[in-house]
């Protein structure tokens, strides 16, 4: 999915802000029975009949979320979906609907948003999800995104970050780390081409890693496994800051304590060797790498026949009574207090 | 509605992201019975039981949308919230909800940010929506507000821009062009200001425009108006970018013309004597000017009785077939084609 280099180049002055909407969302088509009206009036309107409707939003601000020296436009577009997608899934719910609103300066063309939309497109068909509103307009500099997802679902399966219970086994989707060993990747061939403006780096060796930053995927298909293995959990986030920030956030919520065992955390094995080259932790970076986006939840210890032997699936944990607090148990077996080192947006460089 | 000059400097910094939101969404409560969850898990859950819902988002930039020079910040709070539910209220439909997401560089003390939340928690206040969550996150340079405003109708009182038919009257709420003549005053202050930072500009013969510049209303009240006169509106859009401009949308989304009175165009006495100071036409200010989040809508000629007379409302004209195009009826009785020369916020300086 590489970005299409058209040297085209169609100044966004010459289209105004409504012919930019109306071009860029032609292609779009809507497909969920909830949605009644998208793009083309004042607002939206849907309808959720007898279903809760959830409902999330993330802003993607260009150097401090992206950077686009290294990140195609259209993997940008399909990750910004991505990451509020995720949030609906951590819920329990179904995406059914996206809004999408875009400043950017007028050092973009035309072909440039067309890339960008190119990748919000194939995330609405993948993840079947209709693009129903947004707002563009132009920035001083740089770009932003602002994404907001709507999903549905039946109330008794909504799963919030509050219904931990002591003794829930903490369970956690896919592997952990590659996106932030991958961002190491792409930091290093981006120092790299700045000396040696000719050299092709061989990206091959850390495809999964790579991949993992470039172009995440929202695990809508853990909401339906879940579904199919009759779980519903008993609490659940999506792990966008690192696993030690969310298992505190579940914590918190929930008002229990936490059991996390070092030698159970998933690592893929790209991870380990690119983190064995960087003399980085595996765990380290598991705890507070980011962007995963993977799901992180509690069962109750009764369902855990149903996801045993699970491949997209491990039990990483469990749930202690308040008092101990949130722990990492280390292969050593000594306890160490879980501390929030994710990412925090406003911190100096 | 002055902002409060607090010099204690509190660095976002040390609050961190999560930290951040927790303060700033302290105060804020929820009202609606549709709010289920709002703030502080990874997606609000709504339910709108047999009602539709409507939604609507709006990006608001720093040097694009607003100049935080003259524009206090809980005035651009209050602001950001208008320009949101004004779409919600031309769907005929009631607010209920908003998230509204910050990007902002570290120059933004905390007690900045907490300006901007008073206003955004004085408009929730004042049109009881309730905040049900957001972003918050750092920017390279200067702050951008999204906004995305949700509501709710019953199904055959919500009013899509496409409803208009020939012979239907054209309605405007209150009166047109002061937002614009009010920024022209602020523009001209800001002007002098660099010349002699010690002028004390005397805003007060224009206090009228300044505040439909600065704090603009959104027109709940017409919305609950035209439901206790019984009126529901054949076709409806709020104006943003200028009379000329929403009245396009209305004809081509309708598919029908307009003749459009330019005697009935309501001004305010302030917008016509500050015209005439600035050697401007008050028609074209109205046609062009934006940002003044009044109602224009369409009724069928029955209904006339029912508004006639109403001082919040005036028939400015009437919606003709499609073969005459939309046109300006002048005083002296000549047709004017009307052009969407609305805001453009891609054109260059």
Redesign the interface.
């Known amino acids: 999915m590489l970005e299409d280099k058209n040297k085209e180049r169609t100044s ?2 010459k ?4 012919g ?1 909407i109306d071009h860029l969302t032609q292609n779009f088509t809507l497909n969920h029975s909830s949605t ?2 998208g793009v ?11 279903k ?8 993607l ?5 992206f950077d686009l020296s290294y990140m195609p436009l259209k993997h940008l577009g399909y990750k910004s979906v991505m990451v509020n997608l995720s ?2 899934y ?2 329990n ?1 179904k995406a059914t609907q996206i ?1 999408v ?3 950017v300066s ?1 050092r973009f063309p035309l072909e440039a948003l067309e890339e960008l939309y190119a990748g919000i497109h194939l995330a609405c068909k993948t993840y079947n999800v209709d693009m ?4 563009t ?6 770009m ?1 995104i ?1 994404v ?4 549905e679902a039946e ?1 008794d399966k ?1 799963t ?3 219904g931990a219970k002591e003794n829930d086994l903490l369970v956690v989707s896919g592997d952990l780390g590659g996106a932030y060993m991958g961002l190491q990747v792409l930091e290093r061939e981006k120092e790299v081409f700045k000396v040696n403006p000719n050299n092709q780096p061989d990206l091959e060796p850390y495809s999964y890693i790579v991949e993992r930053q470039l172009k995440p995927e929202a695990r809508k298909d853990i909401v339906e496994l879940l579904e199919k293995l009759e779980v519903i959990p008993t609490s ?3 792990i966008s800051d690192g696993l030690s920030s969310e298992i505190l956030h579940l914590c918190k ?1 929930s008002k229990v304590g936490c059991a996390l065992y070092e030698n159970k955390i998933p690592l893929d094995p790209t991870v380990i060797s690119t983190c064995e080259e960087f003399k980085m932790d595996g765990t380290m970076i598991a705890l507070s790498g980011g962007e995963d986006y993977e799901l992180l939840f509690t069962i109750d210890q009764a369902d855990f026949p149903k996801i045993k032997g699970n491949p997209n699936l491990t039990v990483i944990g469990h749930m202690t009574d308040t008092s101990g607090g949130a722990n990492l148990v280390t292969r050593a077996e000594t306890l160490i207090p879980l501390k ?1 080192q994710g ?6 460089e």
């Open positions: 966004l002055e289209l105004g802000e409504f930019l009644l009206k083309g009036d004042d607002a939206a309107v849907l309808d959720f009949k007898n809760k409707t959830v409902l999330s939003t993330d802003l601000v260009e150097g401090v979320h949030d609906i951590a819920m719910a809004t609103s875009l400043a007028n129903i509103g947004g707002d307009t132009s920035s001083k500099t740089g932003l602002s907001t997802a709507i999903g109330e909504i919030y970050r509050s659940m986030i999506d919520s929030a990412w925090n947006s406003f911190q100096e």
